[in-house]
């Protein structure tokens, strides 16, 4: 392939710069419910993405044909479509560290050691122990796995082969009684192998998931409300990521996200320090780590917040040239029929000192919100997401479980509200995509955050 | 070009020599080109392919599927071999048989002849058109991302029952996104999007100033109050809270295996009377219509909901073997996984009134332009943010409204509707799901403002 791609460079002629990216994925999934087998599906999709850069537009094309001339082909229709969309000339792409070598996460257990057999095992006797309980409707569970390997090649100087495997494990079930019925689900997602992945025991997962379906069934929902909240680590991941990463990609800030022109501004309280990292910290490697973006630049750790502060946008090349730093290392693409786009990573919230008992001791009336669901944001930080457990606090004490609800507010006003920040801190979006045009593999987490934000609720 | 109908039977027959009972593969092959803008202006032009084979196989009612981009007969026997060797190690079930071929009959209207010269001039010369429509509507408007899209693919399906189709079939589409900025304000995002069999039925125009008009019209927002009070969703706020979660509930699979509230409700009330639900995937020219499913059996013009009575589920032929009955030709999904179960084109039956007259007997509402929610399709909870709308009081709008929100179970309102308007609009989202829909007025709904 190094030579392949090495010759082809020279194919690249009239334009500013050209990039070949030889992506192969190969995927499984495994999914089963009610103790039916509902996938047993085995993907491999490879090919190359070509994309050429020329008086501020690009050109794009892909051909899942590896040999010469299919590429040449290519590489001639996105040479042809960058000069068609290129208008400005003196559009430039920024200054990035190139990737050179081999680039993969280290891995004790790799994926490809466990059999198909033992992968289908394992999720038939996880969806049978949720649903062993009694008072269990439906269930599910499922296993999914990506393995990736790259070559990035540009006309500039990278030469990168990158290598990944991206595991994840998701469990759900159903509680019904009268008529009515309730869901409860737990997911896990890392980079990395089999031992990672299960850190956590699938059969304690399953009854965790089961136990609180059965508790959800039983709860009352809450008024609605603007209230003080304490957000667990998945939710401080999904804030941080939904409604605060999604406004500083900087392809956003361009077209007049609401955080244009903030860049030393204080927009949260100086107990957050926020953060969109490729490379993973804490332990394991989060979900969302990549070593080397989809432009072949090596990643970094980028400080989106510091103490409250608006430090940086998220870049790609061409952005970073535009707002005159080095790219972040944020282009990515899901396959190599997509062209790279700004995406977050690892997307978090560092820790702070506190405890979470004592930030639930100093609450005389509000919420402990717990477990992430689906989410959105807009251009002006307005968010929604769901959340899948709210228990009521009281008088400094935990008291009883209601049903889930919706939470939404202005992200950097609930930021600007952050009076407490605890010392314990996961990641836990790692089962989480997502979807901007394309799927992107993400993660995200933070400590236990505490804030004010609305509730919706039936009253 | 290579004839798609032999690379099918090639891996059909060489699934069987490798010892599965039935075999099936559904195969694509593709063409796309498309034009994107970001921040304003013109960003990218692409084309490329879009390839995909998948093959199930059942051994001794065993299931194994395996799917792959590359079609050399060398890639094909190992991909089917991938398939063979997952079934001899999944579970049995009775009832993993594939479908006996049914009469197929062509659904025009279904490709542009026009599609092979439509070039990326004439994609460029469009996004211009729709960049410069949503900006002389008004200079506050921003344009995050706007897309052309033209299409052209070609299904095939065969299985070793008998089954063999084949189609090729068009469609353009195109997207804007984005928001209106008054100095420091910033709107909410909005979006519009269409897409059609044929070229000359997208209006890029139309769509770029309906999306203009509707961020210039949520500048100024503030925020609401809390209430209980009516509802009105309009056909896009219809699309995002209702559709996702009635079609988990009438999907056969989510039925049988205890995930559907309308278990058990076939010929029973689920709604106001107000409310009738079709699904026709044989719409000539349709935007999601085929003559084929994905198993290669014909869609059906099915009635879901008729006048508030659950009529039928929906169902792919595994889950309908279940109940011994036959496929109402719902078979979905690409290449890359089993068929699955989904919508084609749906409609909901309008109702009598104007959209005025709905809005003119609210004494105190919000008409819901854009709605974000995340429902649960399982229990029907619903609870999410209203991102365009408007304050409805004594008949009249009075203001744009944010941070408010309403909540509730989306199966309950299907029973508080209290009036449909005449007028109708078309949402077309590319390859997932058309749906034709009034505006749709809901009463007692707890609004709750920030």
């Given at each position: 392939m190094h030579e392949l791609l090495e010759s082809l460079l020279g194919e690249f002629s009239g334009v500013e710069y050209g990039e070949l990216r030889y992506h192969e994925r190969k995927g499984l999934i495994v999914s089963v419910r009610q103790g039916e087998l509902e996938a047993a599906n085995s993907t491999v999709y490879s090919g190359i993405g070509v994309r050429a850069f020329h008086h501020g537009g690009w050109g794009f094309s892909s051909t899942s044909r590896i040999d010469r001339e299919s590429i040449k082909g290519a590489i001639l229709d996105a040479i042809s479509g960058a000069r068609a969309a290129?208008?400005?000339?003196?559009a430039r792409l920024g200054e990035a560290s190139l990737a050179t070598g081999r680039f993969a996460p280290e891995i004790e257990d790799p994926l490809s050691a466990h059999s198909f057999e033992e992968k289908l095992a394992l999720v038939r006797q996880a969806e049978s122990k949720v649903r062993s309980?009694?008072?269990?409707a439906s269930a599910a569970c499922s296993y999914r796995e990506n393995l990736d390997h790259k070559y990035i090649y540009t006309t500039d100087g990278a030469r990168a082969e990158v290598v990944d495997s991206k595991p994840e494990f998701r469990l759900f079930g159903v509680a019904a009684a009268n008529g009515d019925r309730v869901e409860a689900r737990e997911s896990m997602g890392i980079t990395g192998g089999w031992t990672d992945l299960f850190r956590k025991d699938p059969d304690e997962l399953a009854e965790t998931v089961a136990r609180r379906a059965r508790d959800l069934l039983g709860a009352k929902h809450p008024a609605g409300e603007r209230a003080v909240v304490i957000l667990d680590p998945g939710l401080a991941g999904l804030l941080s990521h939904e409604a605060i990463g999604h406004t500083v990609e900087a392809d956003f800030v361009l077209s007049g996200?609401?955080?244009?022109?903030?860049?030393?501004?204080?927009?949260?309280?100086?107990l957050v320090t926020l953060v969109d990292s490729g490379p993973s910290q804490y332990g394991r490697l989060a979900g969302g780590t990549v070593l080397v973006d989809d432009e072949g630049v090596i990643t970094e750790r980028t400080e989106v917040i510091k103490d409250g502060i608006l430090k940086s946008y998220l870049h790609n090349r061409e952005s970073a040239a535009l707002f005159e730093v080095r790219s972040t290392g944020n282009a990515r693409a899901y396959e190599y029929s997509d062209e790279p786009l700004i995406r977050m990573r690892n997307t978090y919230i560092e820790p702070g000192d506190r405890t979470l008992e004592e930030m639930i001791s100093e609450i005389n009336e509000g919420y402990l919100l717990k477990g992430a669901g689906g989410g959105q944001a807009d251009a002006n930080a307005e968010f929604m997401f769901s959340v899948q457990e709210a228990y009521r606090i009281k008088d400094g004490k935990l008291g009883e479980l209601l049903r889930g609800v919706a939470i939404s507010g202005q992200a950097f006003e609930v930021l600007q509200s952050v009076d407490a920040v605890s010392k314990e801190f996961r990641f836990d979006m790692g089962a989480g995509y997502c979807g901007k045009l394309q799927m992107a593999k993400v993660d995200g987490g933070g400590p236990f955050v505490r804030c004010k934000a609305i509730i919706g609720g039936r009253k | 070009m290579i004839e798609l109908l032999n690379l099918c039977e090639l891996a059909v027959e060489t699934a069987l020599k490798f010892g599965a009972d039935e075999a099936e593969a559904f195969l694509t092959r593709g063409r796309e080109i498309s034009v994107r803008a970001e921040a304003n202006e013109l960003k990218l032009a692409t084309s490329h392919a879009a390839d995909g084979l998948g093959i199930r196989v059942f051994s001794d009612r065993a299931l194994g599927f395996a799917s792959v981009n590359v079609f050399d007969e060398q890639t094909i026997e190992e991909t089917v071999q991938m398939a063979v060797s997952l079934s001899k190690a999944t579970p049995q079930d009775e009832h993993n048989v594939l479908p006996e071929p049914r009469p197929i009959k062509t659904i025009s209207g279904l490709y542009d002849d026009q599609a092979q010269a439509f070039g990326m001039d004439q994609a460029i010369t469009q996004m211009e058109e729709m960049l410069a429509a949503a900006r002389n509507y008004d200079s506050r408007v921003m344009i995050d991302s706007a897309l052309v899209n033209a299409a052209i693919a070609t299904h095939a399906v065969m299985n070793s029952k008998g089954i063999k189709a084949e189609e090729q079939r068009s469609l353009f589409s195109h997207f804007i996104m984005g928001m209106a900025r008054d100095n420091e304000e910033v709107s909410s995002f909005n979006h519009r999007f269409d897409s059609a069999r044929?070229?000359?039925?997208?209006?890029g125009k139309k769509t770029a100033m309906e999306f203009a008009g509707s961020v210039v019209a949520s500048l100024g927002a503030t925020r609401g109050e809390s209430f209980a009070g009516t509802i009105i969703l309009s056909p896009d706020a219809v699309l995002e809270l209702m559709i996702g979660p009635i079609i988990w509930a009438v999907s056969a699979n989510n039925v049988q295996k205890g995930m559907?509230?309308?278990?058990?409700?076939?010929?029973?009330?689920?709604?106001?009377?107000?409310l009738t639900i079709e699904d026709n995937g044989?719409?000539?020219?349709?935007?999601?219509?085929?003559?084929?499913?994905?198993?290669?059996l014909p869609h059906t013009h099915l009635t879901i909901i008729q006048d508030g009575v659950l009529q039928n589920y929906l169902y792919n032929s595994y889950t309908a073997r279940k109940e011994g009955r036959g496929s109402t030709g719902h078979a979905s999904g690409g290449t890359r996984s089993v068929p699955a179960i989904g919508p084609t084109n749906l409609t909901i039956k309008h109702g009598e009134q104007s959209k005025e007259e709905l809005i003119g007997e609210v004494e105190r509402g919000i008409l819901v332009t854009r709605f974000s929610s995340s429902p649960n399709p399982v229990s029907g909870d619903v609870s999410g943010v209203v991102k365009g709308g408007f304050l409805i009081e004594h008949g009249k709008l009075t203001r744009p409204l944010i941070e408010t929100m309403f909540s509730g179970n989306l199966f309950e309102f299907l029973s508080k509707l209290s009036g449909l308007s005449r007028e109708t609009e078309r949402l077309a989202f590319p390859q997932e799901v058309g749906l034709v829909s009034p505006y749709i007025r809901i009463d007692d709904v707890a609004i709750t403002a920030g």
């Open positions: 290129g208008k400005k000339e003196g309980f009694p008072f269990i996200a609401i955080t244009k022109g903030k860049l030393g501004q204080k927009v949260a309280s100086e | 044929r070229a000359s039925e997208l209006d559907s509230r309308w278990a058990g409700m076939a010929g029973k009330e689920v709604a106001s009377p107000m044989q719409l000539a020219g349709g935007a999601c219509s085929a003559s084929f499913d994905r198993e290669g």
